[in-house]
């Protein structure tokens, strides 16, 4: 058994096919429940399976069920929040973030890194592999028996977007065997994301 602390993990990569939406707010799904951000502008709909975790308008985690439990999925994330220089455009902040990723591991391996859109605002996704050390617990006669740590590959996708002087950072982060599970799944909630304070001509 695995256990490592994946909203640690998440925390420290939010430390700073390309996402497509429809022209009008995505219908409601009876098995969704929706983010909504009054204060940032935007609505994600969510898996009602999923278990919500922390939550505010800065910052919003889902723990995603799995074989071995709650959380076992991986996690999702919903971060808001300025960038450290406040000139920075949207390439400097992409640029920063995967600075901060090579210090914490020089292992990261980025697979994907390319210009794309958030509900139609410029944005840029990125897809990388990162190392995270994990506890494993040996059964011994059907008892616990010593931890050991582990090394394994948490799989990410990450969509940046720089709006009204704000960084809106949406993330998964699962096991590499759990990300290529949910893949589709992924790639269709994070095609819900739905700015909310666009001018009516853009919502029809």
């Not at 009008?24 to 975790?53: M, R």
């Not at 582990?150 to 699962?174: A, P």
């Not at 990300?179 to 029809?204: E, H, N, Q, S």
């Amino acid at each position: 058994m695995k256990r490592w602390t994946l909203v640690a993990m998440a925390c420290l990569l939010l430390g700073a096919g390309p996402a497509t939406k429809p022209s009008v707010a995505p219908k409601a799904d009876a098995n969704n429940t929706v983010l909504e951000n009054k204060t940032y502008h935007f609505d994600l709909q969510i898996p009602k399976s999923w278990k919500i975790g922390e939550s505010s308008d800065n910052g919003t985690f889902y723990r995603i069920p799995g074989p071995a439990g709650e959380g076992a999925g991986g996690l999702f994330v919903v971060q808001v929040g300025k960038p450290k220089d406040p000139n920075a455009g949207l390439i400097d902040v992409v640029d920063g973030k995967k600075k901060t990723l090579v210090e914490k591991s020089k292992d990261v391996k980025f697979t994907k890194d390319v210009e794309t859109k958030l509900d139609g605002a410029p944005a840029w996704l990125l897809h990388y592999d990162i190392p995270a050390v994990a506890k494993e617990t040996l059964i011994i006669n059907g008892k616990p028996g010593p931890a050991k740590d582990v090394v394994v590959i948490q799989r990410c996708k990450e969509i940046m977007c720089l709006k009204d002087g704000e960084v809106i950072d949406v993330l998964y982060l699962g096991e590499q065997s759990q990300y290529d599970l949910r893949t589709r799944l992924i790639d269709k909630v994070m095609g819900t994301f739905y700015w909310t304070d666009k001018p009516a001509d853009d919502k029809k």
